[in-house]
């Protein structure tokens, strides 16, 4: 079975900074995406970035990019000139033998 | 494009009770997803529909859960009866069309959320 850990319950950061989440995970599957969700309190679920895990080329998504190491099996995100509104639950997903699984969350606070 | 609608966005009843959820995917997405998210954890799947049909329920409790897509587009799903554990954001998701039995992933997307409070 597939799991996904997250192993920063909380950060929290100044606006402007860079912050990185961590994320690892588990899986004999060759094939398969991980995402990063975002949450804000509204509690609508939004896709924040997307990595193929047979592309070599780490995802950008403006701000965002991440860290796909398959080997290690870990997939950071970073936030780069962090903004208030990036304050939000943020979630590590991986999808696998059609199923999609998420990490426990890491709730990001951006300080004025 | 609407997005992903879900109804009501809260409901507080009492253990035993029974509840109803209403889903409406977005048009043209032909698979529909339950999520429980329990608070402080992430989403965990509770079933899955391509099209009318039931693609995945394994984790479905399927002693009080039940889901239905009659039509292929919007879902209800219900508890019966409902029980302090099931206190719950419960997400709905949709998306385009991902293959069964092929490695091609189709993003999914979220609607608001139904907010269960069991008392």
């Known amino acids: 079975a597939q799991t996904v850990t997250q192993s920063q319950p909380e950060m929290s950061v100044q606006e402007a900074e860079t912050v990185t989440l961590s994320c690892t995970y588990d899986t004999s599957e060759n094939n398969y995406y991980l995402f990063w969700y975002k949450q804000p309190p509204s509690r609508q679920m939004i896709l924040v970035i997307r990595q193929e895990a047979y592309k070599q080329q780490n995802a950008t998504e403006n701000r965002f990019s991440v860290n796909f190491q398959k080997a290690a099996k870990s997939f950071s995100l970073k936030i780069s000139d962090s903004q208030l509104g990036d304050t939000a639950m943020y979630f590590c997903a991986f999808w696998g033998a059609q199923k999609l699984v998420f990490g426990q969350g890491t709730r990001l606070t951006i300080n004025p | 494009e609407a997005g992903v609608a879900q109804s009501p966005r809260y409901k507080i009843i009492e253990k035993r009770q029974s509840v109803a959820f209403w889903c409406n995917p977005i048009?043209?997405?032909?698979?529909l997803y339950w999520y429980q998210q329990i608070l402080g954890q992430g989403p965990k799947l509770l079933i899955q529909?391509?099209?009318?049909?039931?693609?995945?329920d394994s984790q479905l409790p399927k002693d009080r859960f039940s889901a239905e897509r009659l039509k292929g587009v919007d879902s209800t799903l219900k508890i019966q009866p409902a029980k302090l554990e099931d206190s719950a954001v419960y997400l709905c998701?949709?998306?385009?069309?991902?293959?069964?039995?092929?490695?091609?992933?189709?993003?999914?997307?979220f609607g608001p959320g139904t907010r269960l409070l069991v008392l």
């Open positions: 529909f391509q099209n009318n049909g039931v693609v995945d």
């Open positions: 048009s043209g997405h032909a698979t």
């Open positions: 998701a949709s998306s385009l069309n991902p293959l069964a039995g092929a490695h091609i992933q189709e993003t999914q997307y």
